[in-house]
């Protein structure tokens, strides 16, 4: 009699002792009563092309991709979705029968999938949306807002050229607007998004000026440590409806779970409860 082989999956990055994706994954295998095992691994880039070469030698089905290994794992992949190349980072590898390594991208879908639980009155196409930051995360919610419909983006950063990158890369429903003028763009916001880490534990404060948020106005932070940022706080007082970062986390681990261990996980208060333990 031959046994089935456990599936193995994991999430490498470095440092990873922070990553929440272990305890995550490990509730809903358990919830599931499913087969396999989740492992944080820490890996240095000088070792990225061997390890991913040697996991699924190991019974590895697929990981998670975190920094600083986002980007290079593209080069590395034999295929790339549309998604992963647009963004230009991955945070999903599955390990295919074939022995090719497919990379994709999910943060996207998480966000918007968190923004639909969080706020349902969201209607994209009801007017502009204001991302605050223009790095690796920022780029990942301009691609779903886009693709969700979104007519306008206005994009502010601290370092304007990396928002200029932005326009050019995703086109014309995107304009810049200086880190200064951050304040005045929220006026028109129907959704306000901070991608960056300002207002993380241990990072400042995000300085941006938020009397300009009307009364209505959806605003959700990527970050989740703490749950409730000064931004969302501040937002809540104007009278803005907010959503945390958490949900994006556990929504954008959906599609890898359900492709290593064949089985579509619901994202619930058990799950949220899960990732905060």
């Known amino acids: 009699m031959s046994l089935k082989k456990i599936p193995l999956a994991g999430v490498i990055g470095s440092p990873i002792a922070q990553s929440k994706s272990p305890q995550l994954h490990r509730h809903w295998l358990k919830t599931y009563g499913l087969p396999g095992f989740y492992i944080p691994m820490d890996i240095k880039a000088d070792d990225l092309r061997d390890v991913l070469t040697t996991l699924p030698k190991m019974g590895f089905v697929g990981i998670n991709v975190t920094a600083p290994h986002k980007e290079a794992v593209l080069e590395i992949a034999d295929l790339v979705t549309d998604r992963a190349t647009l963004i230009g980072a991955a945070n999903t590898l599955i390990f295919r029968k074939d022995g090719k390594l497919h990379a994709d991208n999910t943060d996207g879908y998480g966000f918007i999938e968190n923004l639909k639980a969080g706020a349902p009155q969201w209607v994209p196409k009801a007017g502009p949306a204001v991302v605050l930051g223009a790095g690796g995360a920022a780029r990942a919610v301009v691609a779903s807002l886009l693709d969700a419909g979104v007519p306008e983006i206005f994009i502010t950063n601290r370092t304007r050229v990396r928002a200029e990158k932005l326009v050019s890369d995703f086109g014309n429903r995107l304009q810049v607007v200086d880190w200064v003028q951050a304040g005045n763009a929220l006026e028109e916001a129907v959704l306000t998004v901070n991608t960056t880490s300002l207002g993380m534990i241990g990072k400042p404060e995000l300085r941006v000026p938020l009397d300009g948020l009307r009364k209505g106005t959806i605003a959700t932070d990527l970050v989740?440590?703490?749950?409730?940022?000064?931004?969302?706080?501040?937002?809540?007082?104007?009278?803005?409806?907010?959503?945390?970062?958490?949900?994006?986390?556990?929504?954008?681990?959906?599609?890898?779970?359900?492709?290593?261990?064949?089985?579509?996980?619901?994202v619930d208060s058990a799950t949220r409860a899960a990732a905060l333990r």
């Open 224 to 266: 989740y440590a703490p749950l409730q940022t000064n931004f969302l706080r501040e937002a809540k007082e104007q009278g803005c409806a907010t959503v945390d970062g958490l949900g994006m986390l556990l929504h954008q681990a959906v599609p890898g779970f359900e492709r290593w261990f064949g089985h579509r996980p619901d």
